[in-house]
C-alpha cells in the first residue's frame, strides 16, 4: 500500500501565537498537522516578563523592576514569583547549510546552572551575536528556561566566541544561564565517631581509637539561604532545628580538643579505648572485666595498644562466653573460651581451656587446655586434647588426639593418636603412646606452595625493587637539593609564629611542598623495605620447599613404642615415604637421605642411643 499524503502538512505554512509554554505550542502543531516535531521551528516576536510578591498581582516588569530583577537580594526574596509569555511565530524548519549550530545542552540537578556546549563541527559562515542569542535563548524556551534573565555570562560568551569561531577546533562552552545556589541548612549534631566504624549487629564492649582520630564531632548550626533557578522558582532550604551545643567533658591527658567555625572535634593523642567515666571521655589501655557475654558485648578492632584481661575464673562458667568475639593486643583469659568463640590477638594467655568449636588467631600463645583451633606463630600448650594448632613453633607439654602444622614441634609428653606435620623437626622427649603420626610435609605446611610460581613472584618483587630505589634516588637529590632553603624558610615560619605574626602564602605553599615530597619519600622507603621482606619470605618458603626435608629430622629421646607411624612427604618426585615402628628401634631420630639415589628413612643417632647412624629401614 502506498503512504497517504497528508495535505495538512503540506497546508501548515507558520502560525503565530501567545504562550507560556514553547514546548507545548509545538507538540500542539505537530499533532494537529501530522508534521515531526523535529521539522518544526520557531521565531521569537515579543517576549513580556512579570513578577509579584505575597498578596499581590502579576506586573510586567518595567525598566526598574528589570534593573531589581539583577539585585540577588531581590531574587532572594522567597515571596517573589517570576513568570514569561512569549509571543512566538511556529513555521516549518528550513535548513540553512551556513548558520548549523551542533551541540548539547547541559543542565544540573537544581536548573541553577545551563549551559550550551557547542561543537567544532558547527557551520557557521558569518558570525552575527544578535542572531546566535536567539538561538540559544530558542534552545532555553524548548528546556523551560526563562531568557534574558541571568544570562550575563552569555552575552559574554558570545562575544568571545565571535573572535575565535573561524579557528575553533574544541568544544566551546557557553554560559545560557545562572541562577542563584542554594545554601543548605546545616543543622546541629553530635557524631560518635568512635563508634561508627562497628560491623556487627552485636552490642560492642569497648570502642578502640588510634592516635590523631577523630572521638566525637559537633557540627555547629548554620541557616541555610534560598536559591533560585533557571526557570525563576525559588528553591527551598530546610529550616534550622533548635539545637543547643553540648558541654562535653573530657581527659586533656589523652584527648584534644579544636573548635572553628564550622565545628567542635576530639581527638584521640594516643591509641587506646574510648570509655565515658564519671560523665568524662577517657582513653585507657588496659580494661578489667569480669566475663565477655551477651550482656557485655564484643570486644572488637582493639589489636593494636589495648591489653584486655578477662578475670572468671571458675571452672563450672565461661570467661568468654559461646559465639562471642575478642580482639586485642594482648590478652589474658583466666578461665574458660566457649564454643564458637572467637578470639583476635598479638599475645594470648589462656588460663582454663578452649571450646572444641572456638577458633583463636594470634601471634604468640600461652594456652593451659587447648580443644579448638589456634593459629599463630610461637605457641605453647600445656595439654592439646584433640584440638588442631598451626604455627611456626609448636610447644606441647601433654598431647592426646588433635593435629599440629607446624615448622619446628616439641612435645614433652606425646600420648596418642596425635597426628604432627613440620617442616624442620620433630622432637619427642618422652614417648608414651601408639597411633601416632608423625610426618615431615612441605606440602602440608607452606599450603601447597609452589617453588616456580614462587619464585616468579620474586622475579615481579625484584622488578618492582629497581622502579623504587630510582624514585628513593631522584627524590632524595630533590630533597638535598632544597634542604637548606626549606631549613630557611622553616626558620621564618617559627621565628613568625614565636612573634604571632602571619606568614607569607609563598613561603607556607613551599613548606608544605617540601613536606609532601619528603612524606612521600617516606613512604617510598617503607614500600621498598616491606617489599624487601616479602622477597626474603618468598625466597625461605622456595628454600623450605626445595631443601627442608633433606634436612628435617624426626627425634624421641625415649625409646620408640610401636605403631607409630614415620613419614616424609616429598615433592619431586611426589611419593610418600613411610616407616611404622615396631617398638625395637631404641633410642633414635630418622631422617632422608639417598641410598643409591633412592631416597630412604635412615635412622640417626641420639645422644647415646642404640641405633646406627644413617642405617637404611
Keep these: 500500500m502506498f503512504k497517504k499524503e497528508n495535505s495538512e502538512e503540506n497546508t501548515f505554512e507558520e502560525k503565530i501565537v501567545l504562550c507560556d509554554n514553547v514546548n507545548k505550542e509545538l507538540m500542539k502543531i505537530s499533532k494537529e498537522y501530522n508534521i515531526p516535531l523535529s521539522s518544526l521551528d520557531f521565531d521569537i516576536l515579543n517576549v513580556k516578563t512579570y513578577v509579584k510578591l505575597k498578596d499581590e498581582d502579576f506586573i510586567e516588569v518595567d525598566k526598574d523592576v528589570e534593573i531589581?530583577?539583577?539585585?540577588?537580594?531581590?531574587?532572594?526574596?522567597?515571596?517573589?514569583?517570576?513568570?514569561?509569555?512569549?509571543?512566538?511565530?511556529?513555521?516549518?524548519y528550513k535548513f540553512n547549510k551556513d548558520f548549523e549550530i551542533l551541540g548539547k545542552i547541559e543542565i544540573n540537578k537544581l536548573f541553577t546552572k545551563a549551559n550550551f556546549i557547542l561543537s567544532p563541527a558547527s557551520e557557521i559562515i558569518s558570525f552575527n551575536e544578535i542572531k546566535f542569542y536567539e538561538?540559544?535563548?530558542?534552545?532555553?524556551?524548548?528546556?523551560?528556561?526563562?531568557?534574558?534573565?541571568?544570562?550575563?555570562?552569555?552575552?559574554?560568551?558570545?562575544?568571545?566566541?565571535?573572535?575565535?569561531?573561524?579557528?575553533?577546533?574544541?568544544?566551546?562552552?557557553?554560559?545560557?544561564?545562572?541562577?542563584?545556589?542554594?545554601?543548605?541548612?546545616?543543622?546541629?549534631?553530635?557524631?560518635?565517631?568512635?563508634?561508627k566504624h562497628k560491623k556487627s549487629v552485636k552490642k560492642e564492649l569497648i570502642y578502640p581509637v588510634k592516635k590523631d582520630?577523630?572521638?566525637?564531632?559537633?557540627?555547629?548550626?548554620?541557616?541555610?539561604?534560598?536559591?533560585?533557578?533557571?526557570?525563576?522558582?525559588?528553591i527551598p532550604v530546610k529550616e534550622l532545628e533548635k539545637f543547643e551545643i553540648p558541654n562535653i567533658n573530657f581527659d586533656e591527658k589523652v584527648i584534644t580538643k579544636k573548635e572553628d567555625n564550622d565545628k567542635i572535634v576530639f581527638v584521640a593523642k594516643e591509641d587506646g579505648y574510648v570509655i565515658k567515666e564519671d560523665g568524662k571521655f577517657t582513653i585507657k589501655k588496659e580494661l578489667h572485666i569480669n566475663q565477655v557475654n551477651i550482656k557485655t558485648g564484643n570486644i572488637s578492632n582493639a589489636e593494636d595498644g589495648v591489653k584486655v584481661d578477662i578475670k572468671e575464673k571458675n571452672a563450672l562458667k565461661?570467661?568468654?562466653?559461646?559465639?562471642?568475639?575478642?580482639?586485642?593486643?594482648?590478652?589474658?583469659?583466666?578461665?574458660?573460651?566457649?564454643?564458637?568463640?572467637?578470639?583476635?590477638?598479638?599475645?594470648?594467655?589462656?588460663?582454663?581451656?578452649?571450646?572444641?568449636?572456638?577458633?583463636?588467631?594470634?601471634?604468640?600463645?600461652?594456652?593451659?587446655?587447648?580443644?579448638?583451633?589456634?593459629?599463630?606463630k610461637n605457641i605453647e600448650i600445656n595439654s592439646l586434647e584433640n584440638g588442631k594448632v598451626i604455627g611456626k613453633n609448636v610447644k606441647i607439654k601433654t598431647a592426646i588426639g588433635g593435629e599440629i602444622i607446624a615448622h619446628n614441634v616439641e612435645i614433652e609428653n606425646l600420648l596418642s593418636h596425635t597426628k604432627i606435620y613440620a617442616l624442620?623437626?620433630?622432637?619427642?622427649?618422652?614417648?608414651?603412646?601408639?597411633?601416632?603420626?608423625?610426618?615431615?610435609?612441605?606440602?602440608?605446611?607452606?599450603?601447597?606452595?609452589?617453588?616456580?610460581?614462587?619464585?616468579?613472584?620474586?622475579?615481579?618483587?625484584?622488578?618492582?625493587?629497581?622502579?623504587?630505589?630510582?624514585?628513593?634516588?631522584?627524590?632524595?637529590?630533590?630533597?638535598?637539593?632544597?634542604?637548606?632553603?626549606?631549613?630557611?624558610?622553616?626558620?621564618?615560619?617559627?621565628?613568625?609564629?614565636?612573634?604571632?605574626?602571619?606568614?607569607?602564602?609563598?613561603?607556607?605553599?613551599?613548606l608544605k611542598e617540601y613536606k609532601y615530597l619528603y612524606e612521600n619519600y617516606d613512604k617510598l622507603i617503607k614500600k621498598y623495605k616491606k617489599l624487601q621482606k616479602e622477597k626474603e619470605e618468598l625466597l625461605e618458603i622456595v628454600d623450605n620447599?626445595?631443601?627442608?626435608?633433606?634436612?628435617?629430622?624426626?627425634?624421641?629421646?625415649?625409646?620408640?613404642?610401636?605403631?607409630?607411624?614415620?613419614?616424609y612427604d616429598l615433592l619431586e618426585p611426589p611419593v610418600s615415604l613411610k616407616y611404622d615402628t615396631k617398638g625395637n628401634e631404641g633410642i633414635c631420630g630418622f631422617k632422608l637421605k639417598f641410598i643409591s639415589e633412592t631416597p630412604k628413612i635412615v635412622k640417626i643417632r641420639i645422644n647415646n642411643d642404640s641405633s646406627v647412624e644413617g642405617k637404611g629401614i
Design 68 to 92: 531589581q530583577l539583577k539585585d540577588k537580594g531581590f531574587l532572594l526574596n522567597k515571596d517573589l514569583e517570576i513568570k514569561q509569555t512569549y509571543q512566538i511565530k511556529i513555521r516549518k
Design 135 to 195: 538561538e540559544m535563548n530558542k534552545k532555553k524556551l524548548r528546556n523551560s528556561l526563562l531568557i534574558n534573565l541571568f544570562d550575563e555570562n552569555l552575552k559574554a560568551d558570545i562575544k568571545n566566541l565571535s573572535k575565535i569561531y573561524k579557528e575553533l577546533k574544541e568544544d566551546f562552552k557557553i554560559r545560557l544561564c545562572e541562577g542563584i545556589e542554594p545554601i543548605e541548612t546545616i543543622q546541629g549534631k553530635v557524631i560518635f565517631h568512635y563508634k
Design 213 to 234: 582520630e577523630i572521638i566525637i564531632e559537633v557540627i555547629k548550626p548554620k541557616e541555610g539561604r534560598i536559591g533560585r533557578d533557571c526557570r525563576g522558582k525559588v
Design 318 to 376: 565461661e570467661a568468654i562466653a559461646d559465639d562471642m568475639r575478642v580482639e586485642a593486643e594482648e590478652l589474658i583469659v583466666r578461665g574458660n573460651v566457649g564454643n564458637k568463640a572467637k578470639i583476635k590477638s598479638k599475645k594470648l594467655i589462656i588460663e582454663g581451656q578452649t571450646h572444641k568449636n572456638s577458633l583463636i588467631k594470634t601471634i604468640s600463645a600461652k594456652i593451659n587446655k587447648h580443644k579448638g583451633f589456634i593459629e599463630g
Design 424 to 510: 624442620n623437626k620433630i622432637i619427642i622427649n618422652n614417648l608414651k603412646g601408639e597411633e601416632n603420626l608423625l610426618a615431615i610435609s612441605p606440602k602440608k605446611v607452606l599450603k601447597d606452595k609452589d617453588a616456580e610460581k614462587l619464585l616468579k613472584e620474586v622475579e615481579e618483587i625484584d622488578r618492582n625493587l629497581d622502579i623504587l630505589k630510582r624514585e628513593i634516588k631522584k627524590k632524595k637529590e630533590i630533597l638535598d637539593r632544597n634542604k637548606s632553603a626549606y631549613e630557611q624558610l622553616l626558620a621564618i615560619y617559627n621565628e613568625n609564629k614565636k612573634k604571632k605574626k602571619a606568614t607569607n602564602s609563598s613561603v607556607l605553599v613551599k
Design 545 to 567: 620447599l626445595q631443601n627442608a626435608i633433606y634436612n628435617a629430622k624426626i627425634i624421641s629421646k625415649t625409646s620408640w613404642k610401636e605403631y607409630n607411624r614415620i613419614e
